[in-house]
């Protein structure tokens, strides 16, 4: 791990083009979908393409990334998205690019991502110091920030001064960046069972990685609910937006960017420099901050954007200290030939929430209020945060660890050393 630096600083490279040239993509295929259709259900749907095939792959591909060599499944991933978008392309070049084509290029897009980022995050460990993994992960949250800040603004106005077909190539040219730093560093594979592949028991290794240090099921069973309650409210932000607070398209813009500024700036802060205070309680000081952020929102007047704006901001540096805070205590916690196996499963249990947020929001909108969701929502979140204190085996998760982002080594013989349980997020 000598040389982590110079490792991570190629990856970075190659991930940043890859990360804001499918970010510039997705919006502008978003776009294009709402001027060809005008439908919240055609969008709605999109999305759900968008995160099922990831969500219901996750169990079996985290058996495979911890047997496969995981640069190589990296890039097969990446190569096997650039395909498809090719694909795509193509058809919209021909005239023949239908919706139902979008649909199958997103669930694509979707598979490929359930092989290739819990690989990423498996392989961070094997690639840098323990006492450096909240750093690392502050830095990823800010790539994925500042392209969620530049994505909505460069995928209009390409869309405007060329065709979809042709944005579409950019996605490919991402990949192949991605692809060619990756073929400039090594990342070593953790020891591997001689025993005969068995999907099943595997699968249940992985889940019992989840729970096997005390506290850990815990973590991981919180984080689940209260992404369940954030998903459908982050569904009606533009609602918000526009029918409370009587904005336009220019303001639901501003709350975007907004969020992804916010986002970046919680990056920068986590990245910048290791904090002598406890991850466990950060996760749940951001529980309480999202969670207020929600509840406010939904109690201001109409006359109130400003006020939700700020608090849209607060809950975006939320997110990023958040999931460097999450990512890093399951890097650490988690043994490297299991933590595959723990990701995927993780981001399984994640996404059906966000899913299920999606199908849930007209019926909030129409029959809850948007508003009240807000307040509900808010609400539920804050107890989760309140009840994460309470417990004392998630308060003892990072005691032993040290400092935020500056972990210590765990003892020959410590839950480290067999399957531990835990398990990365990020966005």
Known sequence: MENWKRTFGIIWSGQFVSILTSSIVGYA?????????????????????????????????GVYIDRWDRRRTMIVADLFIAACTLLLAVLFWSGRAELWHVYVLLACRSAGSAFHRPAMQASVPLLAPESELTRI???????????????????????????????????????????????????????????????????????????????????????????????????????????????????????????????????????????????????????LLVGLSFLVSGLLPASGFVCFTLLTAAAGISSSVFNASFVSVVQSRID?????????????????????????????????????????????????????????SVMRLDNSRGTAGNPQQPAAGSSRDTDSPEEVSEE
């Open 137 to 287: 992960a502050g830095v990823n949250q800010i790539i994925v920030s500042f392209s969620d800040i530049a994505g909505p603004a460069l995928g209009a106005l390409l869309l405007n001064i060329s065709s979809i077909g042709n944005i579409l190539l950019l996605d490919v040219a991402g990949a192949v960046a991605a692809c060619t730093a990756l073929l400039f560093i090594r990342i070593p594979n953790p020891a591997r069972s001689d025993r005969h592949p068995d999907l099943w028991r595997e699968f249940r290794e992985g889940f019992a990685a989840m729970h096997a240090t005390p506290g850990m099921g815990w973590l991981f069973t919180l984080a689940v609910a209260v992404w369940f309650f954030i998903m459908p409210v982050g569904v009606l932000f533009p609602l918000m937006t526009l029918q409370h607070f009587g904005g336009g398209a220019a303001e639901m813009s501003l709350v975007e960017i907004v969020w992804g500024g916010g986002a970046l700036l919680g990056g920068a802060i986590m990245g910048i420099r290791r904090y002598p205070v406890s991850r466990i309680v950060l996760i749940n000081l951001m529980y």
């Open 336 to 392: 490297a030939g299991v933590l595959g196996r723990v990701m995927s499963l993780y981001y399984s249990f994640g996404l059906l929430p966000s899913a299920l947020g999606l199908l849930a929001t007209g019926f909030l909108a129409d029959e809850v209020g948007i508003t009240r969701t807000f307040v509900v929502a808010g609400t539920i979140i804050c107890l989760l945060g309140l009840a994460a204190f309470c417990i004392p």
């Open 29 to 61: 295929v978003v776009f294009w979908m709402s001027l060809e259709t005008g439908s919240a259900e055609v969008l709605a749907l999109a999305a759900i393409f968008g995160m099922l095939p990831q969500s219901l792959l996750g169990p079996v591909v």
